[in-house]
């Protein structure tokens, strides 16, 4: 069955700064990824996703990108942080479209100030 | 546009009561597919289930119930004989699908905080 690891699990940035969460997947091949946030008190909002390397879609406009250099890593990034970027981001994947339901790695917390 | 509702923010039941949680959803999809999951205190959301539109039969797992019932786009969850390890957030989630795949695209409802206290 499929892993997903984030790192780092917790972080605290300063307005402005720049920003690079990591996702890996372990026991799937060309799996679909996700990058999902979660604010305080709320539900979670798609961010990007990617069906394959190279290949991002984005949900949401916003100050935050995503790339997939490789198979199974999905780097979520930005040039500077914003306060309104502070959240929960989740990293999921599907082993393959059709495959049902998605996993979730253990999440990364990100606190701007 | 799709949407998932869920009207209840915070329960809280005494543990060994029965709690459902309600769940709306709106799509104009005919085939889409419906998930729970678990989000306890550590953060990691935890798959429950998947239904498919096409499938309306009510399931039971243990102390989990699900009463899908496409009349009214609804997807409720029951816990019978709750539990405090039963305390976590719970989403509903939607996904669009394209034949008979699941794109994998999430829609999520905003959450229903359950505490289930001894």
């Known amino acids: 069955s499929q892993t997903i690891h984030q790192w780092p699990a917790t972080l605290v940035q300063p307005v402005g700064s720049p920003l690079s969460l990591e996702c890996t997947v372990e026991g799937t091949s060309n799996p679909n990824l996700y990058w999902y946030r979660q604010a305080a008190g709320r539900g979670l909002q798609l961010l990007f996703y990617s069906v394959g390397i190279g290949q991002i879609s984005s949900e949401v406009p916003q100050n935050l990108s995503a790339s997939r250099p490789q198979d199974r890593q999905f780097i979520l990034s930005s040039k500077k942080l914003l306060l309104s970027d502070s959240g929960f981001y989740l990293c999921?994947?599907?082993?393959?479209?059709?495959?049902?339901?998605?996993?979730f790695g253990e999440g990364s917390r990100l606190t701007v100030l | 546009a799709q949407k998932v509702t869920q009207a209840q923010t915070e329960i809280s039941v005494v543990e060994k009561e029965d709690v459902t949680l309600d769940c709306v959803y709106e799509t104009r999809d005919t085939t889409y597919y419906l998930f729970w999951y678990k989000q306890p205190p550590s953060g990691e959301l935890v798959f429950l289930i998947r239904r498919n539109s096409f499938d309306e039969q009510n399931e039971i797992s243990g102390r989990y119930s699900w009463n899908f019932q496409k009349s009214t786009s609804s997807f409720n969850f029951t816990i019978t004989a709750s539990q405090v390890v039963d305390s976590a957030v719970y989403f509903c989630a939607l996904s669009e699908a394209r034949g008979s795949s699941n794109t994998g695209k999430l829609i999520f409802g905003q959450g229903t905080t359950l505490q289930v206290k001894p």
């Open positions: 999921a994947c599907t082993g393959t479209v059709g495959a049902g339901e998605l996993f």
